[in-house]
């Protein structure tokens, strides 16, 4: 198993540009997690889906979309990029949402809007 | 509003124990995670607790108390591996998580 996986690792993008991140997840698990972290702050949640077909908005969502057409695939997409978006970008995948369930994370994207 | 509070930075010697401290403020309750996370890479689990008390996996054992709103994590035999930050997050009562955000842990020789 692969887990979680997120392209690319790296991007620079130009304010005003757009751009999608993927990630997918190989374990058959129904929810999946879009978060960023930035330095001395905690991860913050910007989208998250309970299964294909079914997104909800998170704390920090403004600025960002996503689609889920499948389970295992999860792109959150940045239009109209700004400064603000700089950040280290996880997606996240659970088996459900319910306690306990641990939450595996992809290795990150780290993007820099310039 | 929701709140976690964890020291920014600590530092502890090779062979050491180290306890990391958490405090929380959250609407609802249902659980708190442990997660480490080396320099540049993804946060990866370490522990669970929705009951009170310890619970011990290894060199690495996590406590809880609710009444107080209070987790720490308690590392033993300290390695120089071990060095990286920690986060402790909160599960809401919406199921989502909120995160602290993370102690850095320096080890020395």
């Known amino acids: 198993n692969a887990g979680v996986t997120q392209t690319p690792k790296f991007r620079i993008l130009k304010i005003g540009q757009s751009m999608t991140l993927q990630c997918t997840q190989d374990?058959?698990?129904?929810?999946m997690y879009w978060y960023r972290q930035d330095p001395g702050m905690g991860l913050k949640l910007i989208y998250y889906s309970v299964g294909a077909g079914i997104t909800d908005k998170g704390e920090v969502p403004n600025g960002y979309n996503v689609s889920r057409s499948t389970t295992e695939d999860f792109p959150l997409r940045l239009e109209l990029a700004a400064p603000s978006q700089t950040s280290v970008y996880f997606c996240?995948?659970?088996?459900?949402?319910?306690?306990?369930?641990?939450?595996?994370f992809g290795p990150g994207t780290r993007l820099t809007v310039l | 509003g929701q709140n976690i509070d964890q020291p920014t930075e600590m530092t502890a010697t090779e062979g050491a124990i180290v306890q990391i401290n958490c405090t929380y403020q959250?609407?609802?309750?249902?659980?708190l995670f442990w997660y480490q996370q080396h320099a540049g890479e993804a946060p990866t689990f370490l522990s669970y607790n929705v009951l009170d008390g310890l619970e011990e996996k290894g060199r690495f054992s996590s406590f809880l108390s609710r009444s107080k709103g209070y987790s720490y994590l308690l590392l033993k035999e300290l390695q120089m591996k071990d060095s990286a930050s920690y986060l402790c997050?909160?599960?809401?009562?919406?199921?989502?998580?909120?995160w602290g955000a993370g102690t850095k842990l320096i080890i020395k020789p």
């Open positions: 997050a909160v599960m809401d009562s919406n199921y989502q998580l909120i």
């Open positions: 959250t609407s609802g309750f249902n659980g």
């Open positions: 996240a995948s659970s088996s459900s949402g319910g306690e306990g369930n641990e939450q595996f």
């Open positions: 374990m058959n698990h129904n929810y």
